[in-house]
C-alpha cells in the first residue's frame, strides 16, 4: 500500500525538501518500487509507491492552470460510472488521474462520487487552503500533527514521529482507555502521542488560515429504509452487492488471496472470489491459522462452549468450493513475545487482541513469501452480511412466543413495563454491573491512574449511550463503523510494512449502505434465530455444518499452552518491564509478575487470563520501548 506524506511550512519554505527527507527516512526500508515528492512554494508532498496496485501515477501533481498541488493513493473501484461523468478521454485512466479529475470537477464534493479505498490530498495555492480526504471504509491511514512551525501529515505514523520538532510524548489518557478499555470511543481522533492525531474513516480535513476543522461526509445512518416482500430478497440483493464487491477487489497485477478461519465471514468472501476466480482458471490461495497444541485444545474445557480448532470447518468449505488452494499455519517458529514486539515496531501502538499478534503477523509474513500481493479479509462481516441483530427489538410475533414462550415474556412484556418505571435505576444498575468496569479494574493498571483518568470511579457522562429504551438499530450499527477505524489503520500499517493490500470487501461502501438500509428483523428468522442474511445468502453453497454452527470459534485457542511452553521468553520480558520506569508508572509490574508466576504452576489457565495479561505486557513493553 502507497504511502502520502506532506508539510506545509508556515514560515520557512526551504526547509520544506529536507523535512520531506527526513519523514520518507523513516519508512524508506518497507516495500516500494519507488518515491518522489513535489514541492510549491511553502507545501510539500511525498508519494511512496509500493507497486500493489498497478494503476497508480508515480508522483504528486501540480497543475500550473489551477495551481493545485495533488496526490493520490489507494484504489477506485466505480471507474466506469466515473468515466462516463468525466469524460470518454479518461476511459484508459490511472487511479490517480480519476481521482484529480473528479477533484477538479466537482472539489470538495468529489468524495460523494467516489467507491474503493482511497486518500487525497491537495492544496490549493489560489486560497491558500489545504484538503485532505479518507474513503468511507477500507484499511487506509492518515496521521497528522500542527505546532506553530507548519502541519504535517502522512498516511504512516512514523513520518510524523521522524519530525525533528516533534518532541515523543505519551497520550496517557488514550493509553488508559484503551488498555482498560474504558470509553475508549470517546475520540476516535486520538492516538498514543500526544498532539498526533489520525483522520477519522469517511472524514476530510481542510487547513486554512493555518485554522483546522474536520467533516465527516459520509452518514449511511441517514440512508432510507428499504422493503422487500421476503427476506430472501435481502439476502440475494446482498449477494449481489457482495460478489461485486469482490470482484473488483480480485483486479491486481500480483496474486490475491484470502484469510479464511473457518467462521461465516471469511468463509463467504473466500468461497465467492474462488468461484470467480474460476473463470480465471486461477485457484483461490487462503491462509489460515490453526492451533500447534492440539491434543491439549482437544481435551480444553473451552470447547463445550467455543469451537478451539477450526480446520474440520475450514476443510468443509475447501471441499465444498473445489477451487481454493489452502495454507494452515500453526506458526511453530514464531513465538508469542516475538508478535508482541514486532507488531509494536509495524504499529508503532499496542493493540487490544495482543494474543493474536503473533499469527495475525504470521500470515502475513507467509503470504508475502509466497509471492501474495493482495489479500481479501472478512474483517467486516459482523457489521454487515453477518450482523447479529438487536433481538430485543422484534416486533412481537406468534411464532416467536411459541418457540420460546417465557423469552417472549421476559422481553416484549416485563422488560418494557420495567424500563418504563425504573429507567434510571435500572440504567445506572446495569452499568456499574458491567464486565467492563471489572476489565478495567483487572488490567493491571496502576490505580493511581485509573482514579486520574476517572476511570471506574463513576459512571461517565456518556451513560446515556447504553439506551436501554432505544428502539433505533442503527445505533448498534454505528458503533461497528467507530470500532473499524482502529482495523483500518492496523491494516494499514501491516499493508506498509509486508508490501501487501488488505481489502475488506464486506464493508464495501455500496454493501455498507445496503446493510443500513434493511430492517433488524431481516437478521432473523420466524423463530428470532440471528445471523440469519448471511445463512441466507451462502445457503446451499457452504455446508449447512459450517453456516449454522452454533458456537463460536475461539482465537487464539491454544495460547496458554503456548505461552507455557515459551515461559522463558515471557519471563524474560517481564523483567525488563519490571526495571523500567515508564512502563512502572502506569502498569503495575508487580502485580503483574506474579500473576504470571501463579499462572506457570497453574495446571490450567482460560484463554482471557492469558489474554490480558499478554496485553498488559504490550503495553509496557511499549512504553519501556519508547518512553524510557
Request: glycine share 6%.
Amino acid at each position: 500500500m502507497d504511502i502520502l506524506s506532506g508539510c506545509w511550512q508556515y514560515y520557512d519554505p526551504g526547509s520544506i525538501a529536507s523535512t520531506l527527507k527526513k519523514m520518507y527516512s523513516a519508512f524508506k526500508a518497507l516495500p516500494h518500487i519507488s518515491y518522489n515528492c513535489k514541492t510549491i512554494e511553502f507545501v510539500g508532498f511525498g508519494h511512496l509507491v509500493s507497486g500493489t496496485i498497478s494503476s497508480v501515477n508515480n508522483a504528486p501533481l501540480y497543475l500550473s492552470g489551477e495551481r493545485l498541488l495533488f496526490a493520490a493513493q489507494g484504489r477506485v473501484d466505480n471507474i466506469d460510472k466515473l468515466t462516463k461523468d468525466l469524460g470518454a478521454e479518461f476511459k484508459n485512466s490511472s487511479g490517480s488521474t480519476l481521482l484529480l479529475q473528479a477533484y477538479i470537477k466537482w472539489g470538495k464534493d468529489c468524495v460523494h462520487y467516489l467507491r474503493g479505498d482511497w486518500n487525497i490530498v491537495v492544496f490549493n495555492c489560489n486560497t491558500e487552503e489545504l484538503f485532505i480526504a479518507q474513503s468511507p471504509t477500507g484499511y487506509t491511514s492518515i496521521y497528522y500533527y500542527q505546532d506553530n512551525t507548519g502541519f504535517y501529515f502522512s498516511s504512516s505514523i512514523k513520518g510524523i514521529l521522524q519530525l525533528p520538532n516533534y518532541s515523543k510524548q505519551l497520550n496517557e489518557t488514550h493509553f488508559m482507555r484503551q488498555l482498560t478499555l474504558w470509553d475508549r470511543n470517546r475520540c476516535e481522533k486520538d492516538t498514543f502521542y500526544n498532539n498526533i492525531f489520525s483522520l477519522p474513516l469517511a472524514h476530510s480535513l481542510t487547513v486554512k488560515n493555518r485554522r483546522l476543522s474536520i467533516e465527516r461526509y459520509w452518514q449511511p445512518q441517514n440512508i432510507a429504509k428499504r422493503t422487500y416482500k421476503n427476506k430472501q430478497d435481502y439476502a440475494d440483493k446482498m449477494t449481489e452487492l457482495l460478489t461485486t464487491a469482490i470482484k473488483v477487489r480480485l483486479c491486481s497485477h500480483k496474486p490475491v488471496a484470502s484469510t479464511l478461519s473457518g467462521g461465516l465471514d471469511s468463509s463467504t468472501v473466500s468461497y465467492i472470489a474462488a468461484e470467480l476466480l474460476k473463470s480465471q482458471q486461477k485457484k483461490l490461495a487462503t491462509f489460515s491459522h490453526v492451533p500447534l497444541f492440539t491434543s491439549d485444545t482437544a481435551r480444553d474445557i473451552e470447547k463445550k462452549k467455543s469451537i478451539l480448532d477450526e480446520t474440520p470447518l475450514i476443510e468443509e468449505v475447501v471441499r465444498a468450493s473445489g477451487n481454493i488452494r489452502p495454507t494452515l499455519l500453526n506458526s511453530s517458529g514464531y513465538s508469542v513475545l516475538n508478535g508482541l514486539k514486532d507488531f509494536l515496531h509495524i504499529y508503532d501502538a499496542p493493540i487490544h487482541g495482543a494474543s493474536n499478534a503473533f499469527w495475525f503477523l504470521d500470515i502475513y509474513k507467509q503470504s508475502k513469501e509466497a509471492g501474495i500481493g493482495v489479500m481479501l479479509t472478512g474483517e467486516g462481516g459482523n457489521g454487515s452480511i453477518s450482523f447479529a441483530g438487536a433481538r430485543y427489538m422484534l416486533p412481537p410475533n406468534l411464532s416467536g412466543f411459541l418457540h420460546s414462550p417465557l423469552w417472549f415474556m421476559r422481553n416484549h412484556i416485563i422488560k418494557p413495563v420495567a424500563k418504563s418505571l425504573f429507567a434510571d435505576y435500572i440504567s445506572k444498575r446495569s452499568y456499574n454491573r458491567n464486565d467492563l468496569k471489572k476489565y478495567a479494574l483487572n488490567i493491571f493498571a496502576q490505580p493511581f491512574m485509573l482514579e486520574k483518568c476517572n476511570i471506574g470511579a463513576t459512571i461517565p457522562e456518556n451513560t446515556q449511550s447504553l439506551k436501554l429504551n432505544s428502539r433505533d438499530i442503527n445505533q448498534d450499527k454505528e458503533l461497528f463503523l467507530h470500532l473499524y477505524n482502529t482495523r483500518s489503520l492496523v491494516g494499514a500499517a501491516c499493508g506498509h510494512y509486508y508490501g501487501i493490500e488488505l481489502r475488506d470487501p464486506t464493508v464495501d461502501q455500496d454493501v455498507m449502505e445496503y446493510f443500513f438500509s434493511i430492517p433488524n428483523e431481516v437478521f432473523f428468522d420466524d423463530r428470532h434465530n440471528n445471523r440469519m442474511l448471511v445463512k441466507r445468502m451462502m445457503r446451499g453453497k457452504i455446508p449447512d455444518s459450517v453456516l449454522f454452527e452454533k458456537r463460536k470459534g475461539l482465537q487464539s485457542a491454544d495460547i496458554a499452552y503456548r505461552v507455557k511452553a515459551q515461559s522463558d521468553e515471557i519471563t524474560a520480558a517481564i523483567d525488563t518491564i519490571n526495571r523500567s520506569a515508564a512502563a512502572n508508572h502506569y502498569i503495575n509490574t508487580t502485580e503483574l509478575a506474579k500473576t504470571w508466576l501463579s499462572y506457570s504452576k497453574e495446571s490450567y489457565i482460560q484463554p482471557y487470563q492469558m489474554q490480558r495479561l499478554l496485553k498488559a505486557l504490550q503495553f509496557a513493553l511499549f512504553l519501556q520501548i519508547n518512553f524510557d
